[in-house]
Nanobody
Framework: QVQLVESGGGLVQPGGSLRLSCAAS????????MRWYRQAPGKERELVAA????????DYADSVKGRFTISRDNAKNMVYLQMNSLKPEDTAVYYC???????WGQGTQVTVSS
């Protein structure tokens, strides 16, 4: 059974940082590229960052480029999202997902507010 468990969200002031984690199980993690998505209230879910199978290739939405960093640890079945210089518009529920697998975790809430 595929499971994705996101953690690390919280309330942070503008300009602050958070590191999100996603623990994956139930599939061969090292053979899937991974993504982070987010969904803000009243908006559609959007792709934030992606990382290739071995972690050598990453891609980011223009809105987070230069501020967010995606990484993975295939030995631990973990994917991470380091978020720096956070802005109020980054407020959303963040989800991780394996590319081409139609499973979602519960997400982790990130709120950027003073």
């Amino acid at each position: 059974q595929v499971q994705l468990v996101e953690s690390g969200g919280g309330l942070v002031q503008p300009g602050g940082s958070l590191r999100l984690s996603c623990a994956a199980s139930g599939f061969t993690f090292r053979t899937y590229s991974m993504r982070w998505y987010r969904q803000a209230p009243g908006k559609e879910r959007e792709l934030v960052a992606a990382i290739s199978i071995a972690g050598g290739i990453t891609d980011y939405a223009d809105s987070v480029k230069g501020r967010f960093t995606i990484s993975r640890d295939n030995a631990k079945n973990m994917v991470y999202l380091q978020m720096n210089s956070l802005k109020p518009e980054d407020t959303a529920v963040y989800y991780c997902k394996a590319h081409l697998l139609d499973y979602w975790g519960q997400g982790t809430q990130v709120t950027v507010s003073s």
